[in-house]
């Protein structure tokens, strides 16, 4: 069962545009990361922001958790070719269990 | 430090067979996950392991096996393979069982069942 929904399934845009996808979860979380996925390759881990903080930064990424909502979102600025990747949320659904609960992605295509 | 890193890269199966995945952690590393992706379900938590036990197990059939070593590799068996167990199967390492942890993934393991 998927525990986060990415929205939109699939994002369009030109180099040097700011990307934003969301992310929904179900249930209470202790934590929400996001990672990048290229073209069926491993994740890459980007950000971890815990249930207690409500933004966080790492270089060009942004992301925000709003638990009320039971969302997050991730801003990725001045966007490059390179970006572009699959960008999967995954959150800890399960106390005391190293298992992490995937949406089924945004897909972003960076055009030059 | 190395990554996390996964043997064979490709593998291709055919039905009925079994076959064995391989998965060696970052070094320190002693909590490995397992987890399958397909189009169609997309990231789905197979098992996990944290010194040799195996802590929690995902929805999966029983043909679905794993185990790890004393030196924290783990290895997944899929038996009795069906052409639905194509997939890319990923490991993941953290240094320890928490869920408060980033979770580091390996390249993946392509299988292909004919």
């Known amino acids: 069962s998927q525990q986060g929904e990415e929205d939109p399934q699939a994002l369009s845009i030109q180099e040097g545009e700011n990307a934003t996808m969301n992310c929904s979860y179900k249930?209470?979380?202790?934590?929400l990361q996001w990672y990048r996925q290229n073209s069926g390759r491993g994740l890459v881990h980007l950000i971890l922001?815990?249930?207690?903080?409500r933004e966080k930064h790492s270089g060009r990424l942004r992301v925000t958790l709003d638990t009320s909502k039971k969302s997050s979102s991730l801003l990725i600025t001045a966007s490059r070719a390179a970006d572009t990747a699959s960008y999967f949320c995954?959150?800890?659904?399960?106390?005391?269990?190293?298992?992490?609960?995937f949406g089924q992605g945004t897909r972003l295509t960076i055009n030059p | 430090k190395a990554g996390v890193t996964q043997t064979p890269r490709y593998l291709i199966k055919t039905r009925g067979q079994q076959v064995t995945l391989s998965c060696s952690p970052i070094?320190?590393?002693?909590?490995v996950s397992w987890y399958q992706q397909t189009p169609g379900q997309g990231l789905q938590f197979l098992f996990e392991?944290?010194?040799?036990?195996?802590?929690n197990k995902g929805n999966f059939p029983g043909r679905f096996s794993g185990r790890q070593f004393s030196n924290s590799r783990s290895e997944m068996n899929v038996s009795t393979l069906e052409l639905g167990d194509s997939a890319l199967y990923l490991c993941?390492?953290?240094?320890?069982?928490?869920?408060?942890?980033?979770?580091?993934f390996g390249p993946g393991t392509r299988l292909l069942v004919l």
């Open positions: 249930t209470s979380i202790n934590n």
């Open positions: 993941a390492s953290s240094f320890r069982d928490t869920n408060r942890e980033t979770q580091y």
């Open positions: 995954a959150t800890d659904a399960f106390q005391g269990a190293q298992k992490l609960v």
């Open positions: 922001i815990r249930s207690n903080e």
């Open positions: 070094s320190g590393h002693r909590s």
């Open positions: 392991y944290f010194s040799e036990t195996q802590r």
